[in-house]
């Protein structure tokens, strides 16, 4: 754990260095948003595992519509 933490502490010296402070807020923004979608999708793979292994009929699937991102 500590070899790790001390890899991402230089990887965050290089990009400062590299592309400077003013594009540390939107590289937070972008691994943030990053969490929160791979959380959404966990939450809902874990929920059709549950689904699947109580028996219940699965929830339509939510993929086939139409989204507001663009691609």
């Known amino acids: 754990m500590p070899d790790l933490l001390f890899i991402l502490i ?9 592309r400077g402070p003013k594009t540390l ?3 937070g923004n972008a691994l943030g948003r990053g969490v929160k979608e ?7 793979a ?3 595992i549950q689904a699947r292994a109580s028996g ?5 699937n939510d993929d086939a519509t139409p989204t507001d991102r663009p691609a």
């Open 10 to 18: 230089i990887i965050l010296v290089l990009v400062i260095l590299w």
């Open 25 to 27: 807020p939107q590289i």
């Open 38 to 44: 791979a959380r959404e999708e966990a939450a809902k």
């Open 46 to 48: 874990q929920a059709e």
């Open 56 to 60: 219940e009929p699965t929830p339509p």
